[in-house]
């Protein structure tokens, strides 16, 4: 069964930085497409990054350039840096595993996922 236990959520103001950790369990990390999702009040689920099984990453429009994805296999962790956070990043992140992804022109449009976690708050004040 696939795990994951998401940390290092919190409150910050705009132009801040925090970073997310995610320790999978029940898999090997290095096997699957994994990534970060949101979803804020109101607003559909967004794919955030998508990391590959290949070592490419996809980010959507909203976070490139800020956030950066990334994963260690050997201890089966991934994180999320969020840098220059906005108000808009407010909401719950998940760490996932991804079935597959969307993307175009490099950019990702979409994911469909397998398995996340309980998610964790992000808070962005203005």
């Known amino acids: 069964q696939l795990e994951f236990v998401e940390s290092g959520g919190g409150a910050v103001q705009s132009g801040g930085s925090l970073r997310l950790s995610c320790s999978a369990s029940g898999f090997t990390l290095g096997h699957y497409n994994t990534g970060w999702f949101r979803q804020a009040p109101g607003k559909e689920r967004e794919g955030v990054v998508a990391?590959?099984?290949?070592?490419?990453?996809f980010y959507s429009d909203s976070v490139k350039g800020r956030f950066t994805g990334s994963r260690d296999i050997a201890e089966n962790t991934q994180w999320l840096q969020m840098d220059n956070l906005k108000p808009e990043d407010t909401g719950i992140y998940y760490c996932?595993?991804?079935?597959?992804?969307?993307?175009?022109?490099?950019?990702?449009?979409?994911?469909?996922?397998?398995?996340w976690g309980q998610g964790i708050q992000v808070t962005v004040s203005s």
């Open positions: 996932a595993q991804i079935n597959s992804v969307t993307a175009v022109n490099g950019t990702l449009k979409s994911v469909d996922l397998g398995s």
């Open positions: 990391i590959l099984v290949d070592g490419s990453s």
